[in-house]
């Protein structure tokens, strides 16, 4: 596994376009919502026509630098991925990096969802965790990577439709609303990514002007 760069150690990003290394609409929403305040042209790799690699590493910080690599290797351009999931205590930590995977082929997040709740069943402990890791990779192979994740508990039956994935059933600590009910501005102020990526902008990106 790759080291957290320290903020003096990081590359810094001084390039006026990125790759979003993913084919999520609602990730690449997010993520380009949390890059607005930088004068940055933001591309997808599905708007590239990129293909989605295989995601074969074994945590989420392996899996992001392989999609990273991938993108920007790809399009000859700096690119920025996330991997990211549900970690639940009574599930060992699952479904954690195969988060997308228990919606099946086409990723239903409500299957996925009932999912969890199903193999919960009974047990009272319903904490969990949202874990992000943001590789950050030039076509000449460096990269960077940092992590976050927020602590919460888990509803049943979801609510709200405003976020995507598993939002509708998390809701984070000292929160009443899930992630799926609160204003999307407040939740890129406080998620998983949002503090993935201020770690991220701390040690690679100048200040916003």
């Known amino acids: 596994m790759p080291a957290l760069s320290a903020p003096d150690m990081a590359r810094q990003f001084t390039e006026n376009r990125l790759v979003i290394a993913s084919h999520n609409p609602g ?16 591309v997808s790799a599905s708007e590239l026509n990129l293909p989605e690699p295989e995601e074969t590493g074994n ?7 392989l999609k990273a690599d991938a993108a920007a290797f790809g399009a000859k351009l700096p690119a920025l991925a996330d991997d990211s999931g549900l970690a639940v205590d009574a599930l060992g ?3 954690g990096i195969y988060s997308a995977r228990w919606g099946g082929p086409g990723k239903d997040f409500d ?13 009272p402990d319903r904490r969990a965790q949202f874990v992000c ?19 919460g508990t888990l509803i049943w039956p979801p609510r709200g439709d405003k976020g995507f994935g598993y939002d509708p059933m998390f809701v984070a600590d000292g929160d009443t609303a899930t992630y799926g009910e609160i204003d999307p501005a407040e939740k890129h102020e406080k998620s ?3 503090a993935a990526f201020a770690r991220l902008i701390a040690a690679c990106f100048p200040p916003a002007s």
């Open 111 to 123: 299957a996925a969802m009932a999912r969890v709740n199903a193999e919960i069943g009974g047990n």
């Open 192 to 194: 998983h990514r949002a």
């Open 93 to 95: 930590g699952a479904p």
């Open 27 to 42: 990730k690449v929403r997010e993520i380009e919502a949390l890059l607005s305040p930088w004068s940055i042209s933001v």
């Open 133 to 151: 890791a943001l590789a950050l990779t030039w076509p000449d192979g460096q990269s960077e990577v940092f992590e976050g994740e927020v602590h």
């Open 59 to 65: 945590s989420f910080v392996s899996n992001a630098k």
